[in-house]
């Protein structure tokens, strides 16, 4: 057995830790059975358990509470509280009334006098950070905990908590507990980053991601795990999104036989060895399951597996909440007219969302809904005045002004438009426009920018004289474009009013106040095809895109823009690449192909673009059946 370091605090736990939700009334395990389990468990060299006062109401702690007596100094217990215990609308959450009480009735089931760690089940939004951290502050105080974490909480949740302890001198979060697996490694990407900057400890629950990697869920075979009794949809593999679980499966098991391994070693091994790990949680059910768990590190093999890969993540100081004004700056490398070295941004997933032929309010409910799944990180709108698809009729909403709305009704998410018309609007007022989104925002604007559209489709082009707007040809627009970047930089950046005479533009006095929030300047990206267009984002983009449909087009499209930056001196790998790719109902397998397909072409910066109408819940489907499945990748 390993010993790793429990965060920062010093205490050494095993790698795997024994997780006793199935103790009782859910995994419909005796308390013989569970003392048996916990003998076995402490004599592997287990010394971590973890518990919850929700587990069967109480009876998972009352069990282990008897099975560890005599012998507290030697286990390291953790347990939970915050989701709902009753029909009592306030013995859930995690308010300090709640938590104060809800550990008392931990402490007496358990039959101890403290646990050494306490975890807030799940984020709570009806409680500040504050209320809940002052609570568990005072309860460390006291002796009844000795640390206190979080568990599945969103990365930016995670953040803003580490913030808040220090804002008001209060305790921190230690560790987390999120959920991970080989099939499911979206917190490879949001949360372990971020858990590896502050400094937690991670305790992963779910490693073999509810049975499917424990080698009963097999092709060909009837499935004998416990949870598919009570959870059948879940174990369906006559739904497409089981089936490509299935098939994943399937080949994980030839890469565990080729290694000589079970497939719980080759899962367990998986999320073990993982640098932001400290514990991965064993749930088993009875004492063969446990004996079935042996650690990766101690079986023969007769060849090695390949070692797993994560993103590699960039080591950035996480500035407050209120402070995203520096993260882009941080996150975006410095333009010199060198070459210079950048490590790999990390993937990003984001939501596209047309204001055509739909209502505000479903827009807002898609938005909203996006806001609070750290899977998303960006959300967009495209810019156009007449609608493109659809009733030419129809209604259609200005991009910015309604970019404007969602920017103040929502807290969280990148968001800009996919890309804004560089024909409709002088850049001197788009620059000012821009800085007002990312004021509203707190500075969470991307500046997309393209040439405008093009001749083609006539439903696009037929906007322009219905506005009273001109129409230049596309070299012109293109090279009003690059003169567009160089003006709102300038706007952004400069203290002092300036002139510019260019040869699409001409300014006399100009000047922006206020800045942007983010400084020196929101990203830029720059949207489009044409090597023309390329030159220019070569010269000021921080992100290029493109739509998706032919990946080899886009890949060629890519490497002309190497070509264009390393004329100019510049590191291409200093643009990130972003590609909108169309969402379907119908077949997320496609979707999911196309996902595979661009990041395996180098696109980090993921566009999926969600058809109308959208039903309840679109992007939570979004985010389980696309940007997990496509983790898989």
């Known amino acids: 057995m390993q010993y790793r370091t429990l965060g920062r605090t010093g205490v050494q736990v095993s790698s795997l830790a024994l997780g006793a939700m199935n103790f009782g009334s859910i995994g419909r395990t005796t308390q013989d059975e569970a003392t048996a389990i916990v003998d076995a468990a402490l ?76 975890q807030v089940h799940r984020w709570d939004p009806s409680a500040g950070d504050e209320e809940t951290l002052s609570a568990l502050t005072d309860l460390q105080r006291a002796g009844k905990i000795r640390y206190f974490g979080s568990s599945t909480f969103p990365a930016h949740r995670i953040v803003q908590a580490q913030w ?34 502050y400094g937690l400890g991670v305790l992963v629950w779910s490693p073999l991601a509810s049975g499917w990697l424990s080698g009963a869920v097999r092709a060909g075979r009837s499935i004998t795990t416990s949870r598919s009794t009570f959870m059948p949809q879940r ?91 520096h993260c882009a700056a941080a996150d975006r490398p410095r333009r010199n007219g060198n070459p210079m070295t950048t490590t790999a941004p990390p993937l990003r997933f984001g939501i596209m969302t047309a204001p055509m032929q739909v209502d505000y309010r479903d827009l807002l409910g898609v938005w ?99 506005h009273g707007l001109p129409f230049q040809d596309t070299a012109r627009a293109v090279e009003s474009l690059a003169e567009a970047c160089t003006v709102i930089r300038r706007l952004w950046t400069e203290e002092q009013p300036f002139d510019f005479h260019g040869t699409h533009h001409r300014l006399t006095g100009a000047f922006g106040n206020p800045k942007p929030v983010q400084r020196p300047h929101p990203p830029i990206l720059i949207g489009g095809r044409s090597s023309a267009t390329l030159r220019v984002a070569a010269e000021h983009a921080d992100l290029w895109n493109m739509p998706g449909g032919d990946i080899d087009d886009a890949v060629r499209r890519s490497a002309l823009l190497d070509r264009h930056c390393a004329e100019i001196g510049r590191d ?12 379907s109902h119908d077949r997320p397998g496609a979707t999911r192909e196309a996902v595979a397909e661009a990041v395996d072409a180098g696109f980090r910066h993921i566009v999926l673009g969600l058809p109308s109408p959208y039903p309840d819940g679109v992007v939570r489907w979004l985010t389980d059946e696309i940007i997990g499945a496509s983790a898989l990748v």
Not at 167 to 190: A, D, F, K, N
Not at 572 to 583: D, E, F, G, K, Y
């Open 164 to 197: 808040a302890a220090r804002e008001h001198h209060l305790g921190r979060y230690v560790t987390e507990q999120p959920s991970y697996s080989i099939l499911q490694r979206g917190i490879e990407t949001h949360v372990l980053p971020v858990t590896e900057e």
């Open 43 to 118: 004599e592997s060299g287990i010394n971590l358990i973890d518990t919850a006062d929700v587990y069967g109401d109480g009876e998972s702690e009352e069990m282990v509470g008897k099975a560890i007596a005599g012998r507290r100094d030697d286990i390291v217990l953790a347990t939970k509280a915050g989701l709902p215990m009753g029909d009592e609308r306030n013995h859930r959450g995690s308010s300090r009334r709640w938590l104060v009480t809800a550990l008392d009735d931990s402490l007496r089931r358990l039959g101890v006098d403290h646990v050494d760690l306490y």
């Open 235 to 325: 174990f369906d593999t006559g739904l497409p999104e089981n089936r490509a679980r299935l098939d994943a499966v399937e080949r994980l098991a030839e890469l565990a036989d080729q290694a000589g391994l079970t497939m719980i070693q080759l899962a367990l091994g998986f999320v073990t060895a993982h640098p932001a790990v400290t514990s991965a949680l064993i749930g088993p059910r009875t004492l063969e399951h446990l004996q079935s768990r042996p650690t990766y590190s101690t079986r023969s093999t007769r060849s090695s597996p390949p070692a797993p890969t994560w993103p590699r993540t960039r080591k950035t100081t996480l500035h407050p909440p209120c402070s995203t004004r």
């Open 368 to 466: 909203r809904e996006a806001d609070t799944i750290p899977a998303i990180e960006h959300a967009w709108l495209f810019d156009h005045l007449l609608p493109i698809a659809g009733d030419p009729d129809g209604p259609i909403y200005e991009g910015w002004t309604l970019l404007a709305a969602l920017a103040a009704q929502t807290r969280r998410l990148r968001l800009g438009l996919l890309v804004t018309s560089n024909r409709f609007r002088p850049p001197a007022l788009l620059a000012k426009i821009a800085t007002t989104v990312d004021v509203v925002s707190d500075g969470r604007l991307d500046l997309g920018l393209g040439v405008g559209s093009r001749p083609h489709p006539p439903e696009a082009r037929r906007e322009y004289p219905a």
């Open 572 to 583: 291409p790998a200093s643009i990130t690449r972003s590609i909108v790719l169309p969402v």
